[in-house]
């Protein structure tokens, strides 16, 4: 069964940095494509960032260039690392395969 488990969010200040994990079990983690979303409350989940299995990746266009997704093989793990927090960043974070299960995702609250 598959299972993701998100963690690393918390509170940061504006221009701050946060690293999130996402630990997945249930799949053939280095052949699938995995992405963070995040979603606010009242608006529809939104795509952060893509890795492929190639380790290509893919991001959107408000988030270039500050946050960078990453993947470790070996752990089952994929990464967002978060820097020049803005508070519009705040959201639930999830990591995804594509599939049907959601984690229960991890809040980042950017405020001063």
Do not use: H
């Amino acid at each position: 069964q598959v299972q993701l488990v998100e963690s690393g969010g918390g509170l940061v200040q504006p221009g701050g940095s946060l690293r999130l994990s996402c630990a997945a079990s249930g799949i053939i983690f280095s052949r699938t494509t995995m992405g963070w979303y995040r979603q606010v409350p009242g608006k529809q989940r939104e795509r952060v960032a893509l890795i492929r299995s190639s380790g290509g990746t893919t991001y959107a266009d408000f988030v270039k260039a500050r946050f960078t997704i990453s993947r470790d093989n070996a752990k089952n793990t994929v990464y967002l690392q978060m820097n020049s927090l803005k508070p519009e960043d705040t959201a639930v974070y999830y990591c995804n395969d594509g599939g049907l299960i959601w984690g229960q995702g991890t809040q980042v609250t950017v405020s001063s």
